[in-house]
């Protein structure tokens, strides 16, 4: 851990770095009681004006009102809302996943079954919020979280409108330019869920052209939101067959609330019927496979080690030739226990980047979030019958003549990573082929720790005498 974090933010073991902003930082950090991984983010009050400072800590600590009262499986779970010297700070739940605007920079198209199961999961989690009060009013694409099992998290109920609240008042516009409704820019009459649910249209539009219906600088995104009507999803993206929802984009797109859908379980029923098929529960293994490159731009989102590792490969995946084919399906069995379909992709994304059963197993059982899931799985590798010409089956390395086990990898991973973050796997990897003593590949890990103080203290937690 950099000698510039602090060591605790109330009960919290501060473990690491997620992001930076103009006013504040998030952690990554670990509940001691619960042995729960959690994002914290924080506000300085120090850098606020000092005229806007009670406003913006309101409207920091109505983030942790308003989602905290929220409990569904589509939205990030908050915590607890605390205060700390200079610190205003959120305890969040952490995220392994993208957010669906690092996939539009990428250019990553959806296929219309992962549309559609999209828009389903997040019509879901909006209409259940809904019914609660809580009118998100900043829905986008960073704020939309596509996770490593093909489910979906809404984020960041920062300017959440509470029935009940008074912090957004008729006039207050907030949101982001593109995709705020006409009436947040106007200021007539009362910004409610239909606001909500513009918003899902402008990602809609995205979803199916790749492309937003409102762009331009801000001033002209404005007068476009408020006074013009965009070209029809099948005008702007002539190559696909998306005219079916034409109709059901340009409703939720209406200038008028009372023009558009009600409710979020009307603009779901619309899409189904549009679509003329039940929406998937998750996205489709091949987009899973597709996923990006680069880490979410919301700060409680890491990517995973096999989203990180594994090569994209098209169509469905196969399984690397390296491999036993009987074995990866007793692997994936096991797993599907626990991950349900998606352990086949899973499986075979790990086996891509490993050698041996150990090495496959471990790798698994990193995804696993749940700890009792995790123990579970890994008991079945006794189990495993082993056979044919999988290679690599103990839990030595096969690559070079190391005698570092990958159990020793392992623990030298969770040991470093506190220090240097998730490069401290590819850095154990690499040193394991490089010695032949345990010793010997501590110290060598070790050099990646700048800081002398925290280099000794790795050195002793894993008894070795330097």
Not at 66 to 74: I, K
Not at 410 to 418: F, Q, V, Y
Request: with cysteine.
């Amino acid at each position: 851990m950099s000698s510039n974090l602090p060591s605790h933010l109330g009960k919290y073991a501060v473990t690491g770095l997620l992001g930076k902003g103009a006013m504040g930082v998030v952690y990554k950090a670990q509940d001691p009681h619960i042995k729960r991984t959690v994002a914290i983010k924080t506000v300085r009050r120090e850098l606020i004006d000092a005229d806007h400072e009670s406003h913006l800590v309101a409207r920091f600590k109505n983030e942790a009102q308003a989602a905290g009262g929220l409990s569904h499986p589509g939205i990030v779970s908050i915590y607890e809302y605390g205060e700390e010297d200079d610190l205003a700070y959120i305890v969040m739940e952490y995220v392994s996943g993208s957010a669906l605007d690092v996939y539009f920079k990428q250019s990553i198209r959806f296929a219309p079954v992962d549309v559609v199961s999209i828009m389903a999961q997040l019509l879901d989690a909006l209409g259940y919020a809904h019914e609660q009060g809580v009118v998100h009013r900043d829905i986008k694409p960073a704020n939309i979280i596509i996770m490593t099992n093909g489910k979906l998290k809404v984020a960041d109920f920062g300017i959440a409108r509470i029935a009940d609240s008074e912090l957004t008042q008729v006039g207050m516009v907030m949101g982001t330019p593109s995709y705020i409704a006409p009436e947040q820019y106007l200021g007539k009459g009362k910004v409610d869920q239909r606001a909500d649910l513009f918003s899902v249209g402008v990602v809609f539009y995205q979803l199916l052209t790749g492309e937003k219906p409102f762009a331009g600088a801000s001033e002209a995104v404005i007068y476009k939101v408020c006074h013009e009507q965009p070209a029809l999803p099948s005008v702007a993206a002539p190559d696909r067959s998306v005219s079916h929802f034409d109709a059901v984009v340009m409703k939720a797109l209406a200038k008028l609330p009372e023009d558009r859908f009600q409710s979020a379980r009307e603009f779901y029923d619309a899409i189904l019927q549009a679509h003329r098929a039940p929406a998937m529960v998750a996205l489709s293994e091949e987009t899973i496979i597709h996923r990006p490159t680069q880490a979410a731009s919301f700060p409680a989102v890491e990517p995973t080690s096999l989203s990180s590792q594994a090569t994209p490969i098209s169509g469905t995946s196969l399984a690397p030739t390296h491999w036993d084919a009987t074995v990866l399906k007793e692997v994936e069995e096991r797993l599907a226990r626990i991950m349900g379909p998606f352990a086949k992709i899973m499986v075979r994304k790990a086996a891509k980047v490993t050698q041996s059963v150990d090495e496959l197993y471990n790798l698994l059982a990193q995804e696993i979030e749940q700890a009792a899931d995790r123990t579970e799985f890994l008991s079945t590798r006794t189990s495993l019958s082993l056979g044919g010409t999988q290679t690599g089956s103990g839990t030595q390395l096969t690559r070079g003549t190391t005698a570092i086990t990958q159990e020793a990898i392992d623990n030298a991973t969770r040991m470093l990573a506190p220090y240097i973050g998730p490069i401290a796997k590819v850095l154990a990897k690499k040193s394991a082929s490089k010695v032949t003593s345990v010793q010997a590949f501590y110290t060598l890990l070790a050099e990646n720790i700048t800081d002398p103080q925290e280099r000794q203290r790795f050195l002793k937690e894993a008894g070795i005498n330097s």
